[in-house]
């Protein structure tokens, strides 16, 4: 049987871009017969949505499924859920994507890593001295993940709480990089490195945008929407490098659709266009 089923899993989900990247390629892979659906599911509702997919629930049989994409809150919550998980994402505790085997094996890997280096290196971003981390969380480790491959010293993480910056500086050591913590109230230092990384919510880094330096380096700011953000707008605007969130979303998508269709290469410009005109036809900067 033909593994043609797909989807994307979260709580909420409506707002998701996924379904709009993933059937871009399916339809420039000329793959007619796939489907990739969004479903709203909770922490709670995890094992049971995974079990009935095993076992071929919902009228589906289980030999259909090819992948899953994840987002909050289940990233970390559909781990102990896996077969096993790649390396990758053992290394932040965080899995965004499944893909089911020929034999019936559910197994995690981590895109959010490899598609956040992508994308800076898409606008020229390869190598750092030094680098900052704004926030804390599964999107902020695998920041920190990808600076291990292109940061050559100190990473430079500000947070909100005295939990949060330990559970960074643990992470540091885990991945390799060496991490020093700061508190958020003065994240208006920030911005003299080279690359800032926004991990935050919808927000949160708008008053922080009158800081932005006469010389900005490279800002990620790992929102789509809105877009841009008050701070991309300002460092866009004294001439800095800005990457968004879509560049994120379409590369780990780009891998994604790579591993569970086995096509390869996806796309990337098909799927970066659907995403753009899904918000309007504004990109990133």
């Known amino acids: 049987m033909e593994r043609n089923r797909a989807g994307v899993l979260g709580s909420p989900i409506s707002h998701s871009l996924s379904p709009v990247l993933h059937r871009a390629a399916y339809a420039a892979l000329g793959l007619t017969g796939w489907r990739y659906d969004p479903f709203e599911v909770d ?3 995890l094992p049971g949505f995974l079990a009935g997919l095993r076992a071929g629930g919902a009228g589906e049989s289980p030999g259909e499924w090819a992948g899953l994409s994840l987002t909050m809150p289940l990233k970390r919550a559909v781990i102990p859920l896996l077969d096993a998980i790649s390396d990758h994402a053992a290394s932040v505790e965080a899995v965004n994507t499944v893909v089911f085997t020929e034999d019936g094996r559910l197994t ?11 994308a800076l290196r898409e606008h020229g971003v390869t190598t750092v001295e030094s680098a900052v981390v704004l926030g804390a969380g599964a999107t902020a480790a695998s920041a920190l993940a990808a600076l291990a491959r292109i940061c ?10 005295a939990a949060r910056a330990a559970e960074m500086r643990e992470w540091g050591e885990r991945l390799g990089v060496r991490v020093r913590t700061e508190d958020w109230g003065d994240a208006a230092k920030a911005f003299e490195a080279p690359l800032v990384i926004a991990t935050t919510p919808a ?3 708008d008053s922080l945008a009158a800081y932005v330096p006469e010389r900005p380096g490279a800002l990620f700011d790992v929102l789509y929407h809105p877009w841009p953000t008050a701070l991309a707008a300002a460092w866009s605007a004294r001439g800095g490098e800005v990457v968004g969130g879509l560049d994120l ?7 994604q659709v790579e591993r569970m269709t086995g096509r390869a290469p996806a796309p990337l410009a098909a799927m970066r266009a659907a995403g753009e005109a899904a918000l309007g036809g504004v990109r990133p900067a």
């Not at 995690?108 to 992508?118: Q, Y």
Request: without cysteine; aromatic residues 2%; hydrophobic residues 45%.
């Open 108 to 118: 995690g890997d981590n895109t959010d890593i490899p598609g956040i280096a992508a």
């Open 203 to 205: 927000g949160a880094t």
């Open 43 to 45: 922490e709670a509702a």
């Open 249 to 255: 979303l379409v590369h780990q998508a780009v891998l």
């Open 152 to 161: 050559t010293g100190e990473v430079t993480a500000y947070v909100r709480s």
